[in-house]
């Protein structure tokens, strides 16, 4: 079992930044690919970025150039940091675990306005 807590979520006006963080605990972080995904009022889940265990990431073409994935395995923590946030942006920020199976943390709210 992997628990995962996310932070940072909160309201910013479009362009500025927000950082959110993803603590896990409970199984060896590091041998965990780990994404951020989000999911939109009548929308459904899509995966933003992904970082693998080597530290090889991939992201979503509407955030290319602008959010960042990264991982410190010493403090078992993913991050997502996300520049130049467009209202589209808004959204609830899930941190996802896999490896053998998939583990979900509760959410965080991201809400950008014009």
């Known amino acids: 079992q992997v628990q995962l807590v996310e932070s940072g979520g909160g309201l910013v006006q479009a362009g500025e930044s927000l950082r959110l963080s993803c603590a896990t605990s409970g199984s060896i972080f590091s041998l965990y690919t780990m994404d951020w995904y989000r999911q939109a009022p009548g929308e459904q889940r899509e995966l933003v970025a992904s970082?693998?265990?080597?530290?090889?990431?991939n992201y979503t073409d509407s955030v290319k150039g602008r959010f960042t994935i990264s991982r410190d395995n010493a403090k078992n923590t993913v991050y997502l940091q996300m520049n130049s946030l467009k209202p589209e942006d808004t959204a609830v920020y899930y941190c996802?675990?896999?490896?053998?199976?998939?583990?979900w943390g509760q959410g965080t709210q991201v809400t950008v306005s014009s």
């Open positions: 996802h675990a896999r490896r053998h199976y998939g583990f």
């Open positions: 970082i693998n265990t080597n530290g090889t990431t």
